[in-house]
Every structure is written in C-alpha cells, then in structure tokens.
C-alpha cells in the first residue's frame, strides 16, 4: 500500500506565498476531505501535488512512499499513480473521450515499457465498457469530443472516468461537486466509493458538507490561509455545516 506524505509544504505563485506550511499524509485505501473557504489554497495544493510549473514549491517535501517527487514531471507523478480530477476540466474538440482515454493508458503503458504494445482496441472498449456501468454512464457519452459542449455534471463524470480507467493509487478530487445536480452527485459518489473500496485513496476537496454525505471520509481536514489548521473525523464536517466557517476565521485569521 502506498502512501503520500506532505510535509511542511511552501508553495508560491507568482512569487506570492499561498501555501505555508501544510502537513497531510494518505494511505491507499483512506479517503480524506479537506474543506476550507474560498482563496486558502485548496486548488493550489492539488496543482502543486501535480506538479504544475506555475506553481513553485520553496520549501517542504512531498514523498510517496519516501520518495521526494517535488522534482518529478506531471508525468512521472502520473505513472507514480497520483491522480488529479480538475475543478474546471478543458475540453478538446476533435478529440473523443474513448480516443483520449486509449491515448492516454497507451502512453503509460509505453512509459513503463517502451517495447508495449498499445492496448487493443477490442480489449479497450470492453475495459471502458465496464468502467462506464460502473458509473452508470451511456456508452454513447465515449464518442463525443472531450469536454465539449459537456454539461458540468457531464465533465465531472469524464474525469471519474479518466480516474476508473488511470487506476491510480491516490487521487485528488478538486470540487467535484461543483455544478453537480443531486442525481449526478449520486452517481458520481457511487463510483468514487466504488473505486475507494478498493485500494484507491481519495482527497475530496469540497467547499460544502453536501458532498460527504455520499463519499464518507475517514478524516476531515479544514485548511485556511495556506495550512491545514483542523484534522479529526466526520464530524468535524458537520461542524462546518452546523456554524460554517466564522469560527475557524477567528481562531486561524492573522491577528486574530
Ligand atoms: P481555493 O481552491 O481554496 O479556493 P486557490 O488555491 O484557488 O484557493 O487560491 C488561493 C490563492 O491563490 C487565492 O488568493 C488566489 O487568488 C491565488 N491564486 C490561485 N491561482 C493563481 C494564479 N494562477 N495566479 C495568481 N494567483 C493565484
Ligand atoms: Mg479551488
């Protein structure tokens, strides 16, 4: 089982100080949510644990299973088996889901060994076949352009799906919930539990508690002003909901 360890992890933007020393460590197989308010730096770390060239880590280390990746690709990362589900996905017109996802399963399997043979379409499609029941998705939903023209529930269950099909050991979920109606939702959380109750471990990273009453996490974190500052069991999420987040504002804020 693998682990991602953060530690004391310091990431600028354009030279300004988001992050400021955040800890965290995951398990395979745990499924952690970080909640926070708007602006403390939720997108920032799932960038950062990526390792978007925008986003520059001045200090701190981030190690799976002990190894330090900060230096590692998007790439590299990738193939580690870290995963990210973006809060605003891009489309590519031109580019139909099931190409994209074949594409992107034949470079991994390429990286790993450059004599691979790329998957067969055949066995492909059965494998995404699957995968799409799984998430109650129309096969359908595979020949269209990626993105394009998506609803947001629509772009959110592609991203699932590039999660299902990846098999990563961790994932980063940035706001999936965003835009997501209640059968969406359902159907999202279904497949995120359905993969986590396996040896995926998750990050949800949500603005609201709606989200974690279908993907239950073991551990709730609150992040504000770039670090996480609360770290206990579910229900501190239903702290939040119950006074939402004044109360860490005037225990956390600078000065305060
Ligand atoms: P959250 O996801 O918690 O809402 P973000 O990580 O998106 O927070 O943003 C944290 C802070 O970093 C905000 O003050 C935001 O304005 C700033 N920020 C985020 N992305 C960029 C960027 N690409 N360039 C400059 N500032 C950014
Ligand atoms: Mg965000």
Redesign the pocket.
């Known amino acids: 089982m693998s682990t991602l360890t953060i530690k004391n992890l310091h990431v600028s ?2 030279g ?1 100080e ?1 992050l400021k020393g955040l800890n965290l460590e995951i398990k395979q197989g745990e499924i952690h949510a970080i909640m ?12 950062a644990l990526m390792g978007h060239p ?2 520059e880590v001045t200090e701190g280390e981030i190690l799976f299973d002990g190894q330090n990746i900060i230096s590692m690709a998007t790439d590299e990362r990738s193939r580690l088996g870290l995963f990210l589900a973006f ?1 605003y996905p891009v489309s590519i017109s031109g580019v139909t889901v099931a190409n994209f996802l074949r594409t992107a399963l034949n470079a991994r399997r390429r990286a790993d060994n450059p004599e691979a043979k790329g998957i067969s379409i055949l066995e492909f499609r059965k494998m995404l076949k699957e995968k799409m029941d799984l998430l109650k998705m129309d096969y359908a939903f595979a020949g269209r352009y990626l993105n394009d023209g998506f609803s947001g529930g629509e772009k959110k269950r592609a991203e699932i799906l590039q999660m299902a099909t990846l098999k990563p050991k961790i994932a980063v979920l ?2 999936t919930d965003s835009g997501l109606d209640i059968d969406a939702l359902r159907i999202v959380s279904d497949g995120v539990n359905t993969l986590a109750d396996g040896d995926l471990g998750v990050i949800v ?1 949500t ?1 609201y508690q709606r989200l974690l009453d279908y993907i239950k996490p073991q551990f709730v974190h609150i ?1 504000f002003d ?1 670090r996480i500052v609360e770290s206990s069991g579910p229900d501190l999420a239903l702290r939040l909901e119950a006074h939402g987040y004044d109360w860490v504002r005037e225990k956390y804020a600078e000065g305060a």
């Open positions: 933007i354009e300004k988001i926070g308010p708007n602006g403390t730096g939720k997108s920032t770390l799932a960038y925008a986003y809060q940035d706001e990273i603005h992040m770039g």
